[in-house]
């Protein structure tokens, strides 16, 4: 008997090639399927141009936005009427949240949005707060005494919260009076204008609720909520902006802020209604 190498025969066994070719195919059939499966879309983001008053709210929307879809949002603050220049001077955004009505109506007249994309997203309150307790008492009374040296107000013209606040003191006869006797600081935006009286630079300031809404809807220090009746309704747009190359994205965003329960839970407890509430 011999040992060693034993050479394999030249016919293979009877089989051997319908085994390889079966395997060939099924291999091609792999490779075929991971060649045309469907690949998931690459995240997208959307330049958004936000009010500054609401701008801590979508921070917190994009959050759950994100979770959701996978897309991002690039936030830009400021105030309304800033942002309306900017956007008629051509800035890159997608989208405009305003903080009024006019804005994008006035973008949509110039034929700079998306037709049809227009929608109120919130409506905002305002509010004359301080934030130590005893300062504002709970019918603003500490306006009529005028024992204090300076009132932050946003800036009438460019911030509605501020034209808002212009209203109020306007119909209490203390507007044209407080300028006169020089105790009204005007903000450039309404996030300035919170940072003048949380800083003690103004011993009070009429600003948006959801800048000073806590936990549980607590306000820390003291407030006035001015009757609604007092000043017209703060009812904030959003638009498409008609340069954007992303519509889709942005339409889905709109959808998803419109009638996401995620969504509306999140504006309420900022402070603001919407149109459901």
Known sequence: MKYGS???????????????????????????????????????????????????????????????????????????????????????????????????????????????SRFTYAIGTLVLWSPRAGVVDPRGRVLQRADFRFIAVADPGNAPYGAAAQQVLTGLGLWDRLNREKKIVIGTNITQTWQFAASGNADMGFVALSQVIGQRGRIQGSYWLPPQSQYQPIAQDAVILARTTKRATAEAFERWLRTSRAAAAIIHDAGYRTGNR
Do not use: M, W
Request: net charge positive; proline share 6%; hydrophobic share 45%.
């Open 6 to 116: 034993q050479r394999c025969p030249r016919n293979p066994p009877a089989g051997l090639h319908s085994r390889r070719a079966g395997f060939a195919a099924a291999l091609l059939v792999v490779l075929l399927s991971v060649s045309f499966a469907p690949r998931p879309a690459a995240a997208a983001e959307l330049r958004v141009a936000v009010a500054a008053n609401f701008l801590g709210t979508l921070q917190k929307l994009a959050q759950s936005y994100a979770k959701s879809s996978g897309n991002t949002l690039s936030l830009s603050g400021g105030s309304t009427g800033q942002l309306y220049a900017q956007i008629r001077q051509g800035a890159p955004f997608d989208l405009f949240l305003s903080a009024d009505r006019r804005r994008p109506q006035l973008l949509e007249s110039q034929g700079l949005t998306v037709a049809g």
